[in-house]
T-cell receptor, first 112, second 113 residues
Framework: RKEVEQDPGPFNVPEGATVAFNCTYS??????FFWYRQDCRKEPKLLMS???SGNEDGRFTAQLNRASQYISLLIRDSKLSDSATYLC?????????????FGRGTSLIVHP | NAGVTQTPKFRVLKTGQSMTLLCAQD?????MYWYRQDPGMGLRLIHY???????AKGEVPDGYNVSRLKKQNFLLGLESAAPSQTSVYFC????????????FGQGTRLTVV
């Protein structure tokens, strides 16, 4: 079983739609959680960190449920420019170090 | 501010050839990583380093070696390239704290024929 699991999609939604991505992780000792965005043939870039109390950045809302080992990302009022792959990232502890572990990514396509 | 720079950006190798991928970061980060990305597989960790002179194996280390002789550089070597190593390779760096962001290079597209 992979440490970080995501639904690969693709999610195909019209502009203005609300879309939610889910992610589960297996290591209960994981300390930190993130969502990265990756555009086609480009490097991943941080979209937002995920905090225990949940956090919002404009149209994006991230939630963490430690008991269920579950992370979510909600995108409201989708734009064409939101089309990308969204990577769930967990930093489990490995021998005293925190090493970013990536899910396979969820593909989002926003169409007119 | 260059961030993380990977060299080369593209390369085609013949089976059995060797090569070294160079990653350089100017952010004074302790941690550096090499990942490979294949369609449908996401980013998989090859090797990582938590400081100058130290390296460790990741999820998919076979066929690769690494060195971190200087804090700012992390080299990934392929001693005898195989078609299965055709992939996009990403280097990244980060501070050692758990809640910090990893910064990525632009990637190296490697094809082994």
């Amino acid at each position: 079983r992979k440490e970080v699991e995501q639904d690969p999609g693709p999610f195909n939604v019209p502009e203005g739609a609300t879309v939610a991505f889910n992610c589960t992780y297996s290591n209960s000792a994981s300390q930190s959680f993130f969502w990265y965005r990756q555009d086609c043939r480009k490097e991943p870039k941080l979209l937002m960190s995920v905090y225990s109390s949940g956090n919002e950045d404009g149209r994006f809302t991230a939630q963490l449920n430690r008991a269920s080992q579950y992370i979510s990302l909600l995108i409201r009022d989708s734009k064409l420019s939101d089309s990308a792959t969204y990577l769930c990232v967990v930093n489990p502890r490995s021998g005293g170090s925190y090493i970013p572990t990536f899910g396979r990514g969820t593909s989002l396509i926003v169409h007119p | 501010n260059a961030g993380v720079t990977q060299t080369p950006k593209f390369r085609v190798l013949k089976t059995g050839q060797s090569m070294t991928l160079l990653c350089a970061q100017d952010m004074n980060h302790e941690y550096m990583y090499w990942y490979r990305q294949d369609p449908g597989m996401g980013l998989r960790l090859i090797h990582y380093s938590v400081g100058e002179g130290t390296t460790a194996k990741g999820e998919v280390p076979d066929g690769y070696n690494v060195s971190r002789l200087k804090k700012q550089n992390f080299l990934l070597g392929l001693e005898s390239a195989a078609p299965s190593q055709t992939s996009v390779y990403f280097c990244a760096s980060s501070p050692p704290q758990a809640d910090t962001e990893a910064f990525f290079g632009q990637g190296t597209r490697l094809t082994v024929v």
